[in-house]
T-cell receptor
Framework: GENVEQHPSTLSVQEGDSAVIKCTYS??????FPWYKQELGKRPQLIID?????GEKKDQRIAVTLNKTAKHFSLHITETQPEDSAVYFC???????????FGTGTRLTVIP | ETGVTQTPRHLVMGMTNKKSLKCEQH?????MYWYKQSAKKPLELMFV???????ENNSVPSRFSPECPNSSHLFLHLHTLQPEDSALYLC????????????FGEGSRLTVL
């Protein structure tokens, strides 16, 4: 089955700096790569996703890049704010599957 | 937001107890999921139900017994659990054969004494 690895496990940045979280996946059949944000005590919520026919996608301060050849994808947050502090999970979904395989999460702390 | 609702939010039980977790979705989805979230581990898929039929059991011990009476409701029946089963249990819903967003509930925090 699919195996998703995520790094780093913790990340601290100063407010206004950028944050980058990286994930790798093992199944070349995976074609959907979402990112979820989970604030303390809250549910995971989708913040951005990308499909395998696209190399990059941007939504305001958040962007995701995908390298299918190398089987890795990354989340980029620019101009970080304290409210960006949360745990971020990457995930991958193989073609034809309607479930997600998650990474271990990255705890991002934005220092004011 | 009440798209996916889980009850109870917190549960403490002894190893000999029997309890159930409940999940309800109001999004018109036809796929429902149970995930287990433990510290420093990825979200672990436990069960998947498509159109009320179980399509995946990710080698979950039989002390966890799911039930899906219809596309809107999902239960997780618990009996003779172990302390290592203490975790946050998340329910999610989505659309069958639509590789896309899953909508999660707030989770049920389970503590097994």
């Amino acid at each position: 089955g699919e195996n998703v690895e995520q790094h780093p496990s913790t990340l601290s940045v100063q407010e206004g700096d950028s944050a980058v979280i990286k994930c790798t996946y093992s199944d070349s059949a995976s074609n959907y790569f979402p990112w979820y944000k989970q604030e303390l005590g809250k549910r995971p919520q989708l913040i951005i996703d990308i499909r395998s026919n696209v190399g990059e996608k941007k939504d305001q301060r958040i962007a995701v890049t995908l390298n299918k050849t190398a089987k890795h994808f990354s989340l980029h947050i620019t101009e970080t704010q304290p409210e960006d502090s949360a745990v971020y999970f990457c995930a991958a979904s193989p073609t034809g599957a309607n479930n997600l395989f998650f990474g271990t999460g990255t705890r991002l702390t934005v220092i004011p | 937001e009440t798209g996916v609702t889980q009850t109870p939010r917190h549960l403490v039980m002894g190893m000999t107890n029997k309890k159930s977790l409940k999940c309800e979705q109001h999004l018109g989805h036809n796929a429902m999921y149970w995930y287990k979230q433990s510290a420093k581990k990825p979200l672990e898929l436990m069960f998947v139900y498509n159109f009320k039929e179980q399509t995946e059991n990710n080698s979950v011990p039989s002390r966890f017994s799911p039930e899906c009476p219809n596309s809107s409701h999902l239960f997780l029946h618990l009996h003779t659990l172990q302390p290592e089963d203490s975790a946050l249990y998340l329910c999610a819903s989505g659309r069958v054969m639509d590789t896309g967003e899953l909508f999660f509930g707030e989770g049920s925090r389970l503590t097994v004494l």
